[in-house]
């Protein structure tokens, strides 16, 4: 009960040691499912992939053009990390239960330039192309044993809702790269921050098992869905339960006690076994409000380490 995770990005630069670091500090806060560290940018770790192999997409500088139909690229380099991540795990904790995350369709296709004033989001057939191409990455990525939950990042929900994306697609953007996980095995679920009490119902629709959002950092979330909601559906709430935006311009740690009220209130609006912890959001923000990445490290640690502590406490107490 109370199982916890994180979102996967950190707040180190790209190295072969920070990556192995950030590893090893979610197993050393006890987070239940270790996210595969992203310690680049989440878009372009994958359309990287996509240019590489001559998939679609060129990147020039930061920016991803399109320049042809999009196919399914083989994440060579995702996949090295993720048996890198295994190879690490099975040495420190003997049985592996990873969780990997896929920068969904949307949010690629968002940032995916057609124009100098256009995105691929603007375009249909572009959208059901990246679709069909972050499914077969997710395929890959979830065909290890090892690997134990597969989620969609899918931040740009709301703006491809705002752009006219229609809802069946938006269900389908999410629901067909999971399907494929599920059907290995894979506990699946998405995560959408920001304001997302428009939304639930096309949450709730899609083929994720846990429904994953800033809620600590934005409480008026917790009005998107009901208990009822959450049972009728079969779903589980991914309770953001440490705030990892700044706040007033800082970034504060909460005490333990904080997050156990916090993660209490929900269980009794929601139920304890309706929740599957995580932070609000990615750590890598913390790097621009700290002097040096070192820091803004240690503070994801503090994060993480609280809200296992505070996982713990409240099983000690309502089981």
Partial sequence: MLPTTTIGSFPLSPTAENFRRALLDQVMCNITFPALPQLKDFCMLFLEEFSRNKCGIEVVGDTAWLVSSIKTPRVSGVVHQLHEAIEVLKKVRGEVSLKVQVTGPLTLASVTKVTDKMVALSYESVVEEFIDAVTGIVDQLSEPREVKVV?????????????????????????????????????????VCGDI?????????????????????????????????LESYDKLLGLGCVQTVPK?????????????????HAGEVFGFERLFLAPDCGFKGFRQAFGSEDEAQRTAVLKMRLMSEAAELVRTTIL
């Avoid at 703006?159 to 059907?183: H, Q, R």
């Avoid at 007033?248 to 009220?261: A, K, P, Q, R, W």
Wanted: proline fraction near 4%.
């Fill in 197 to 229: 009490r428009g939304f639930a119902s096309i949450l709730l629709q899609t083929s994720a098992k846990i429904l994953h959002h800033e809620f600590k950092g934005f409480p008026r979330n917790l009005a998107a869905y009901s208990r009822r909601d």
């Fill in 151 to 191: 989620f969609i990042d899918e931040p740009s929900l709301p703006y491809a809702s705002f752009m006219g994306v229609e809802e069946d697609l938006l269900i389908k953007a999410i629901s067909k790269p999971l399907s494929k996980a599920a059907a290995k095995g894979k506990l699946v679920g998405v995560h």
């Fill in 248 to 264: 007033n311009g800082d970034i504060e740690v909460e005490s333990v006690d904080e997050v156990v009220g916090f993660i209490k």
